[in-house]
Structure formats: structure tokens, C-alpha cells
């Protein structure tokens, strides 16, 4: 469908072009800055652990990663010492996988080192940093909610 450059959608279909490629900068930037010393497939990984136990099948679902992706990135986490593996109490066939003490020290330097650098950043280019940071995540909010409303 050929949309007409002044049209409604096409105004918010540009600026949804212009979102995403800014949210992904920036979530290239904050990775950076994190320093996690681990590749995004394996950081993925950990967040989607955070919570708590998961399956492979939960966590390719929350990662987009495939099932057998997530099977090699838990073995090397694994080696790393960031992450155990347990048979399922519910399904002794299955196998959950969790984060470790390191695991979770890691995330949390990281994401100090993330944003530390999103403050420095904001407090060099944007006027008030507080209204900022809280207008990008009121927005986002908004956004998630009108693709999946049952997050909040």
C-alpha cells in the first residue's frame, strides 16, 4: 500500500522509521557503555534470566534468539560461571537455567556504567536531564502499551 506523503500514516510510519533507528543507536550505545564483555546474544541472554529461572523455550521467546542459540550461549555462560543449570522441578525432563552471583554483579556494574554514561550525556547536551529521562520512558510506556497492552 502506497501511502500519501501528507497522510496521517505516513507521517507516523516516518516517525516510527526515525524511533526505531534511534532506539537501536542508542541501545548500541548504552551496550557499549556498559562494557559487559560478553556479546549482545549472551547479555540477552542474562536479562531474560533476571527474574528468575527459565526454560530454553522462555527464553528464545523473551530473546527472539533460536532454541538452539540459546542452547550454545547457556553453555558458554555456563563456563563462564554466570549462569546454572537445573533439572525442572515441575518437568523432570526439562532443564532451567538461572543466574549466578557473578552473573548478577555483572549486570549490575554494567548497567551502573550504562547509566552513568546516559547522565553525563544528558547533563553536557540536554537542559533538564530529570524531565528528559522521564519523558523518554512516559513515551516508551506509552508506545509498549499500545503494541502489547498486557505489559505495564
Known sequence: MHLSPDSDEQRIEDAARGLLRGIGRLSQALFRAGEFGLP???????????????RVTGIAAYTGLAQPRVTVVLQELAERGLIERERCAQDRRAVEASLTPAARALLERARQRMASA???????????PEQAVGQARDAVSTLLHAIEPEVS
Open 118 to 128: 546516559l547522565l553525563e550525556g544528558l547533563r553536557t547536551n540536554v537542559e533538564d
Open 40 to 54: 549482545r546474544s549472551h547479555t540477552a541472554v542474562l536479562d531474560a534470566l533476571e527474574p528468575g529461572p527459565r
